[in-house]
């Protein structure tokens, strides 16, 4: 599975930018894992293929949207209202569940990784 991630860059608060993670072998769920400088990666969002379920943390919800262009082996993860704190490098990464399943919230159960991109918020 290769992950990559075109996009990212700098916007001002309250601006939006939009993520993509285009995968070369779908696994069923696909996260964003942002990693602030000095902190640990933490989920945000992941969707989920079969279920078409997507869930968000408390940080991002009501301001980022993660959708799926199966067509297009994509992933995006639309980031609306960004805050400083948004500021990050962001991973997308892909865990295989059953189609039943929910995706896993922890990064320990993604077993293939993008390679990252910048996102800079500024005030």
């Known amino acids: 599975v290769q992950l990559l991630l075109p996009g990212g860059g700098s916007a001002q608060a309250g601006g939006s930018l939009r993520l993509s993670c285009a995968f070369s072998?779908?696994?069923?769920?696909i996260g964003w894992f942002p990693q602030a400088p000095g902190q640990q990666r933490e989920g945000v969002s992941s969707i989920q293929d079969a279920l078409g379920r997507s869930s968000y943390g408390d940080s991002v919800k009501g301001r980022f949207t993660i959708s799926q262009d199966n067509a297009k082996n994509t992933v995006y993860l639309a980031m609306n209202s960004l805050k400083p704190e948004d500021t990050a490098i962001y991973y997308c990464a892909a865990a295989p569940v059953s189609s039943s399943s929910a995706c896993p919230a922890s990064e320990y159960h993604y077993i293939s990784w993008g390679q990252g991109t910048q996102v800079t918020v500024s005030s």
């Open positions: 072998h779908r696994r069923n769920c």
